[in-house]
């Protein structure tokens, strides 16, 4: 069976400060607690920012985290409650790993 994954990309959100980078943006350290909830619940293999000038970022699913279940953690994310990030979520299968 493929390994199939639903990665999170977030993007800047409507309140997003231009020129500030992603840690000096207002309500950055309680989008990374929310997803640290994910990750110690075994639900996410990896995540983090981009570093180019469009901003935002991704997070990786473990395995067998669900697509009902990732777009509902990613719409209860404070940071895009209040505006600062958008995300989207896209079914990627993993093709290659070490």
Do not use: C, T
Request: cysteine-free.
């Amino acid at each position: 069976m493929k390994d199939v994954r639903y990665v999170v990309f977030h993007l800047p959100g409507p309140n997003w400060q231009a020129g500030k980078s992603l840690l000096e943006q207002p309500g950055v350290m309680e989008h990374v607690g929310h997803y640290k909830k994910f990750l110690e619940a075994g639900k996410l293999s990896m995540g983090g920012p981009h570093l180019d000038e469009r901003g935002g970022g991704m997070m990786i699913p473990a395995a067998g985290a669900g697509l009902a279940e990732i777009e509902a953690f990613a719409a209860e994310d404070p940071a895009v409650k209040s505006g600062l990030l958008r995300f989207e979520v896209r079914a990627w299968v993993v093709g290659m790993s070490g």
